[in-house]
Every structure is written in structure tokens, then in C-alpha cells.
């Protein structure tokens, strides 16, 4: 396979409901390019059949398609990374496999680059998802902003555009837990969104539950910034102040307007803002433990991900390898 100019990535993870939808639409969308392009699968560890569509859609397309087998789930982030670091096009485009993103909308994203952009965003017109995670979306869009000073209008859109520059500098970024769309941000000199349509899912469900999405955005503040610690040690030092400030209120009050007695028993009192203090102690202990198992997980130098099959345009399965670990530490 000659250097395309092209490259797709869609990360698939227990897909099969949708795949032939979107084969028949992105291969005819990506032709009408008339771009040399490639498209790069990477199958997450997927329990159903999706990795033997793909290689059904390999057998096919031999010639633009390569497909990567993962062993386990290791999470749609560390599958376009790993398509990141096999891409070889000049541009490269992410793309969900569920047809929420419409593969039509990809020459949008080429005309912004063609305009001398080097990262696109996509911003979804009309979202077709459920009103609380459009809620959710929009107050986490504003929190990101204000912590991290990372402008993004929608970033749970995965249709985006990289130029090869940033996809080399996100993919040598050993970050085990980051957020692909915030981390181009930073290595982006002319940044710029569009916008694009929104399908509902083709087939399937969505694989982002609550809780998968409070951690993606705990990997995106907490990666990001140290705002939240540092005002964490802030609400410290001001609630302290004012618990001081009221237990000396309240020994006064009692010294001056209750009996002796009162003022002697509220001396050794240790009930005030108990709940207060403790609820914030519990918090802040949280929120250091995040920031510290970011760093257990990183000096671990354990591979993000491991690979188990590869297909290339010559038709075989490359041997299983390893991929994705960190760099070593250098010596003393």
C-alpha cells in the first residue's frame, strides 16, 4: 500500500449490529474524496462478532484497510492512539463506528484544513443523545474551560481532524490515562471547529455509562490542570478561618452572656462544623489520591495496550507484538 494522504481512524468495540451500515457508507463517502486514503480499525477487545466483519471488510478492501486486533479492552482512547501510531497519512480524521458521526461530514473537516488549520473539532448540530447527557455535556464543556483554559464546544464529538504533526506529538505522549481531543489542543497552532451533523446510533448501544463518563472528565481536569488542588488547599484555608473565627464567637458568647459553667464546657467543645470538615477532608483526600494514582499508573511503565493481530494490505496477519508501552526512564 502506497503513503496515503488519508488516514481514517475508527476504534470498534462490540459493533456487529452496525458495521455493514457503516461499511457502505464510509468506503463510497471516502472515494468521492478522490484522495488516496487508507482506514485503520482497531477492534477494543470486542465480545461479539466485530472482528470477524472486519476481516470480512479486509478481504474486501485489501487495499485501503488495515485492521488491529487488540487481546482485551483497553478503552476507545488507546485504540485511536493505537491507530495514531500507524497511521501514515498527512492527515488523519477519528471517527466513531456507530454512524452518529456521519462519514459524509469528512470533507468538512479537510476544507477547514485546507484553509490552513491544523486541528479541526467537529461540534455537533443538533445532538441526537438524551437530555441529561446533553446537560451533562454542556456543564462539564464549561468546567473544562474555566480549569484547563482548553476551548472546546463539543467535546464529546469524535469526529475530528489532526494534521501529522499533532498525531506524532499525541502519540508520543506515554500519558496512560489522557484525553486524546484536549492533549492535540495543546500541541495545536491554529486550532479551529465546524460544524456537523448528528445521527442517532445506526445499531447497538452506547458503551459510555455514567460512570465511564465521569471518569473520562476526571482524566480531563485532572490531566490537564492542578487547579483543582490548588483550590481545594484554598476552601481549606478559608473554611479553617471560619471555623476558627466561630469557635472564638462562641466561646465569647458564652464567656460574656452564659454562665461560667457554659464557657468553661465550651472550651472543650469539638462538635462545631464537624460534618463540614470531615465531608471536605473526605473530598480533598479524593482528589489527591486521583492526582497520585495518575502517577502509580504511569511509573508502573506497563504497555497501554497489547496488540494481537495485525492485517496489512499484503493479506496476512502480522505476528502478535506489543505496543503502546512508555518509554524507559533514563538511569541516575
Same mark, same amino acid.
Given at each position: 500500500?502506497?503513503?496515503?494522504?488519508?488516514?481514517?481512524?475508527? +476504534?470498534?468495540?462490540?459493533?456487529? +449490529?452496525?458495521?455493514?451500515?457503516?461499511?457502505?457508507?464510509?468506503?463510497?463517502?471516502?472515494?468521492?474524496?478522490?484522495? +488516496?486514503?487508507?482506514?485503520?480499525?482497531?477492534?477494543?477487545?470486542?465480545?461479539?462478532?466485530?472482528?470477524?466483519?472486519?476481516?470480512?471488510?479486509?478481504?474486501?478492501?485489501?487495499?485501503?484497510?488495515?485492521?488491529?486486533? %487488540?487481546?482485551?479492552?483497553?478503552?476507545?482512547?488507546? !485504540?485511536?492512539?493505537?491507530?495514531?501510531?500507524?497511521?501514515?497519512?498527512?492527515?488523519?480524521?477519528?471517527?466513531?463506528?456507530?454512524?452518529?458521526?456521519?462519514?459524509?461530514?469528512?470533507?468538512?473537516?479537510?476544507?477547514?484544513?485546507?484553509?490552513?488549520?491544523?486541528?479541526?473539532?467537529?461540534?455537533?448540530?443538533?445532538?441526537?443523545?438524551?437530555?441529561?447527557?446533553?446537560?451533562?455535556?454542556?456543564?462539564?464543556?464549561?468546567?473544562?474551560?474555566?480549569?484547563?483554559?482548553?476551548?472546546?464546544?463539543? $467535546?464529546?464529538?469524535?469526529?475530528?481532524?489532526?494534521?501529522?504533526?499533532?498525531?506524532?506529538?499525541?502519540?508520543?505522549?506515554?500519558?496512560?490515562?489522557?484525553?486524546?481531543? !484536549?492533549?492535540?489542543?495543546?500541541?495545536?497552532?491554529?486550532?479551529?471547529?465546524?460544524?456537523?451533523?448528528?445521527?442517532?446510533?445506526?445499531?447497538?448501544?452506547?458503551?459510555?455509562?455514567?460512570?465511564?463518563?465521569?471518569?473520562?472528565?476526571?482524566?480531563?481536569?485532572?490531566? %490537564?490542570?492542578?487547579?483543582?488542588? $490548588?483550590?481545594?488547599?484554598?476552601?481549606?484555608?478559608?473554611?479553617?478561618?471560619?471555623?476558627?473565627?466561630?469557635?472564638?464567637?462562641?466561646?465569647?458568647?458564652?464567656?460574656?452572656?452564659?454562665?461560667?459553667?457554659?464557657?468553661?464546657?465550651?472550651?472543650?467543645?469539638?462538635?462545631?462544623?464537624?460534618?463540614?470538615?470531615?465531608?471536605?477532608?473526605?473530598?480533598?483526600?479524593?482528589?489527591?489520591?486521583?492526582?497520585?494514582?495518575?502517577?502509580?499508573?504511569?511509573?508502573?511503565?506497563?504497555?497501554?495496550?497489547?496488540?494481537?493481530?495485525?492485517?496489512?494490505?499484503?493479506?496476512?496477519?502480522?505476528? +502478535?507484538?506489543?505496543?503502546?508501552?512508555?518509554?524507559? !526512564?533514563?538511569?541516575?
Amino acid at each position: 500500500m502506497a503513503d496515503p494522504e488519508l488516514s481514517i481512524v475508527v +476504534p470498534v468495540y462490540n459493533e456487529e +449490529p452496525g458495521l455493514a451500515a457503516l461499511f457502505a457508507r464510509l468506503y463510497p463517502a471516502l472515494d468521492a474524496l478522490a484522495t +488516496p486514503y487508507e482506514v485503520i480499525f482497531v477492534n477494543d477487545g470486542s465480545r461479539d462478532a466485530s472482528a470477524a466483519l472486519l476481516r470480512e471488510q479486509f478481504q474486501r478492501r485489501p487495499d485501503v484497510t488495515r485492521i488491529v486486533l %487488540f487481546n482485551a479492552n483497553y478503552g476507545q482512547h488507546m !485504540a485511536v492512539i493505537a491507530g495514531f501510531e500507524r497511521c501514515r497519512g498527512e492527515r488523519v480524521v477519528t471517527l466513531d463506528a456507530d454512524l452518529q458521526n456521519p462519514p459524509e461530514e469528512i470533507g468538512k473537516l479537510l476544507a477547514a484544513m485546507d484553509a490552513g488549520h491544523d486541528y479541526v473539532g467537529g461540534v455537533r448540530r443538533q445532538r441526537e443523545d438524551s437530555w441529561w447527557r446533553k446537560a451533562a455535556s454542556r456543564a462539564m464543556n464549561r468546567l473544562r474551560e474555566r480549569l484547563t483554559r482548553i476551548t472546546m464546544t463539543d $467535546q464529546g464529538c469524535m469526529l475530528r481532524a489532526y494534521s501529522r504533526d499533532i498525531v506524532a506529538a499525541v502519540a508520543a505522549s506515554s500519558e496512560v490515562a489522557t484525553f486524546i481531543p !484536549a492533549l492535540a489542543y495543546t500541541y495545536a497552532a491554529k486550532p479551529t471547529e465546524v460544524e456537523v451533523a448528528h445521527e442517532e446510533r445506526a445499531a447497538g448501544e452506547s458503551k459510555y455509562s455514567l460512570y465511564k463518563l465521569i471518569r473520562l472528565n476526571f482524566d480531563l481536569i485532572t490531566g %490537564f490542570s492542578l487547579v483543582p488542588l $490548588q483550590l481545594f488547599s484554598m476552601f481549606g484555608m478559608l473554611v479553617s478561618a471560619l471555623s476558627l473565627a466561630t469557635y472564638l464567637v462562641v466561646i465569647g458568647y458564652r464567656v460574656f452572656f452564659a454562665e461560667w459553667r457554659g464557657a468553661i464546657n465550651a472550651l472543650w467543645d469539638r462538635d462545631i462544623l464537624a460534618f463540614l470538615l470531615i465531608g471536605m477532608l473526605l473530598f480533598g483526600l479524593g482528589l489527591v489520591g486521583e492526582y497520585v494514582g495518575r502517577i502509580y499508573q504511569q511509573v508502573r511503565q506497563r504497555p497501554r495496550y497489547t496488540v494481537r493481530a495485525v492485517l496489512e494490505s499484503d493479506g496476512a496477519a502480522a505476528p +502478535p507484538a506489543t505496543a503502546g508501552a512508555p518509554p524507559q !526512564a533514563p538511569g541516575p
